[in-house]
């Protein structure tokens, strides 16, 4: 085949493509002009109220996954409002083991002096000159140290367990009684 051939051929068959397209859109468009302006299924569609109002519930769910949760308990437990026994004696220890305390002081036959301070649920014997979470034990005189904190002098002295609440104290029974003779 000569060069002269191909030319036409390529001519022809681009003429052929235009021709089939342009057939295929105007079949298009009259398919579009049997399709009514108002569906049918009008009356079944959402209105812009109801769709506004299932966006701003998926907006909701969007930003309750990104939520992080600062709470301790597990947020899905359903008996928060109500607490058990168990979680108010759990709240006691918490209280009682976050408390900087001066169990007792001792000062020996020898004027050796010691503090016992109570802390994060351990109890720890000091001396003068030791460090603890407040400062520097600078004296300890019977039931109560004085420290350093800040260059500041400050004194702590011994401190008794604050009270359970009263749902959980132990009820006394009705064996242990007092006679009134």
């Known amino acids: 085949m000569e060069i002269k051939y191909i030319k036409d051929f390529v001519i022809a068959l681009v003429v ?7 057939i295929h859109d105007y079949y298009l ?22 769709l506004g109002k299932i966006q701003n519930i998926e907006n909701s769910i969007q930003d309750r996954k990104q939520f992080v949760f600062t709470v301790r308990k597990d947020p899905l437990e359903q008996n928060l409002i109500v607490k058990t026994k168990k979680d108010l004696e759990k709240q006691w220890i918490e209280q009682v083991e976050e408390m900087v305390r001066l169990q007792s002081t001792m000062i020996t036959e020898n004027g050796e002096k010691y503090a016992t301070i109570s802390h994060r649920g351990e109890n720890k ?11 520097k034990i600078t004296d300890i005189r019977e039931g109560e140290i ?3 904190n800040g260059g500041k002098s400050k004194i702590l002295q011994i401190e008794k367990l604050p009270e359970k609440p009263h749902a959980i104290k132990e009820e006394t029974s009705k064996k242990t009684r007092e006679y009134n003779w």
């Open 146 to 148: 004085v420290y350093n």
């Open 125 to 135: 014997i000091y001396r003068i000159g030791d460090s603890f979470t407040y400062g």
């Open 16 to 22: 052929i493509l235009v021709v089939a397209y342009g």
């Open 29 to 50: 468009l009259q398919r579009t002009r049997g399709i009514a302006e108002e569906s049918k299924y009008k009356r079944i569609a959402l209105s812009d109220e109801l």
